[in-house]
């Protein structure tokens, strides 16, 4: 329940905190994979309205520099045919903002290239509504505007998190909330508690990196988001830190815990700086998230409309796969050690 409009990385609104930056280097904790802008893109739904695809990880949605909106990879999907509209005026908003006088009466058109209706984090990958028109573009942004669209995400998150339940901290001081519904768990050795949790994510509202960081809040960060707390190696290190090492660090885990971030975040994300990437297993260098699933009501039809990946990323279960047998492996020397 509940609208879900500008979910993960769709708000417009860009919080004015020590998160506000541009929107192009929006994900600077993402590494620039070439192959990503020579591949097609996958499409999920199209119609003479709209597009759904599958946006690769790694692709910025919009910004400055190099961008899914700025590349050629949307003219595939580009109009052939204008929408068959109700005889009602054309409403659009060139200027993609609610101030009414900037409002004018026009025919609609087919864009010249299709347009991203929303945003999607650049590591972020699955689901993104692209519009072919100029009245369906402005439709859809209406819609998000107003939340009623809704989005589903699946993430990887260290620890083992139980529920389902939600998170409602207040992010760059406004109301969010996430809503979470535990899949399944695997072993690992990379985790405070040895345990990753593979986790259903329902933001209801939509505020800038919301679920990253309301995961972060919850001490379960996403796996391979070194922004928000869940870069490789950082609850492991942690787990090292407080179990093995002297009382000293174990003492200042206990008496800072005044702080917003969890201080125990804090010393894992000191250990991570002094340790070195190359050690890190490729399959924890990627942020485990996707958008799986979009419900909106088409701007023509007015149908529900319900689009999803026609699987689960089988980059979940494969991160899932290695950590359990990297566990098994680490069982199996310490058993030969005893």
């Known amino acids: 329940g509940g609208g879900g409009g500008y979910q993960e990385g769709d708000n417009d609104e860009r919080p004015r905190d020590n998160n506000t930056h ?5 994900d600077d904790d993402d590494d620039d994979d070439d192959a990503i802008w020579n591949e097609p893109l996958v499409c999920l739904y199209q119609d003479n309205c709209l597009a759904v695809i599958d946006k690769p990880q790694g692709m910025p949605v919009m910004g400055a520099e190099k961008t899914l909106q700025r590349s050629p990879l949307l003219l595939p999907l580009k109009g052939t045919q204008l929408p068959q509209w109700p005889n009602t005026p054309a409403i659009i908003n060139d200027n993609n903002n609610n101030n009414n006088d900037n409002w004018t009466t026009k025919p609609d058109s087919i864009l010249g290239k299709p347009r991203p209706a929303h945003r999607l984090d650049a590591p972020t990958g699955g689901v993104l509504i692209v519009a072919k028109t100029r009245r369906s573009d402005s439709l859809l942004k209406t819609m998000f505007h107003q939340r009623t669209c809704h989005k589903t995400y699946l993430a990887l998150v260290y ?46 509202t939509g505020r800038m990196h919301q679920l990253r960081r309301h995961m972060q809040h919850l001490q379960h960060p996403i796996v391979g988001d070194k922004r928000y707390g869940g870069g490789p190696f950082q609850k492991w290190e942690l787990f090292a830190t407080t179990n093995h090492e002297s009382k000293s660090n174990s003492n200042e885990v206990e008496t800072s815990t005044t702080h917003e971030n969890d201080s125990r975040q804090e010393v894992a994300t ?30 023509l039809t007015k149908d529900e409309m319900t689009v999803a990946l026609p699987k689960e990323p089988e980059y979940l279960a494969y991160v899932m796969d290695q950590e359990e047998q990297r566990w098994s492996r680490l069982q199996a020397k310490e058993e030969d050690g005893q």
């Open 22 to 26: 541009n929107p192009s280097s929006d």
């Open 270 to 299: 000191r250990t991570t700086q002094q340790s070195n990437s190359e050690n890190t297993p490729p399959h924890l260098k990627r942020l485990c998230l996707w958008a799986i699933k979009i419900q909106f009501q088409h701007p």
């Open 159 to 204: 620890g083992k998190l139980t529920g389902p339940g939600s998170c409602a901290m207040t992010l760059s001081g406004k109301p969010a909330r996430t809503e979470y519904k535990p899949l399944r768990h695997c072993r690992t050795v990379i985790s405070h508690d040895q345990w990753l949790t593979l986790v259903e994510l329902s933001p209801i």
